[in-house]
């Protein structure tokens, strides 16, 4: 990772993997064990990655998921 990113972490890691997460509509629950998050679905994990929410994948990604989640009011 720190060829490509120089100042790269083990938290950059976590951080990608819940914003990429977010944007493929992955199961929450899955995501937590997937990444390590012992206490499964917590505050803590959702923040990960929440500065990238404002990305046009992610964005769409949650959208289709209010989507779903809607569909019946729609």
């Given at each position: 990772?720190?060829?490509?990113?120089?100042?790269?972490?083990?938290?950059?890691?976590?951080?990608?993997?819940?914003?990429?997460?977010?944007?493929?509509?992955?199961?929450a629950?899955?995501?937590?064990l997937?990444?390590?998050?012992?206490?499964?679905?917590?505050?803590?994990?959702?923040?990960?990655?929440?500065?990238?929410?404002?990305?046009?994948?992610?964005?769409?990604?949650?959208?289709?998921?209010?989507?779903?989640i809607n569909?019946?009011?729609?």
């Amino acid at each position: 990772v720190r060829k490509v990113v120089p100042e790269a972490t083990a938290y950059s890691l976590r951080h990608s993997f819940r914003l990429n997460a977010t944007t493929h509509n992955a199961n929450a629950v899955n995501a937590a064990l997937l990444g390590g998050w012992t206490n499964g679905v917590n505050g803590v994990m959702l923040n990960y990655g929440s500065a990238g929410l404002t990305n046009t994948e992610a964005l769409a990604g949650l959208a289709e998921t209010a989507a779903v989640i809607n569909k019946h009011l729609l």
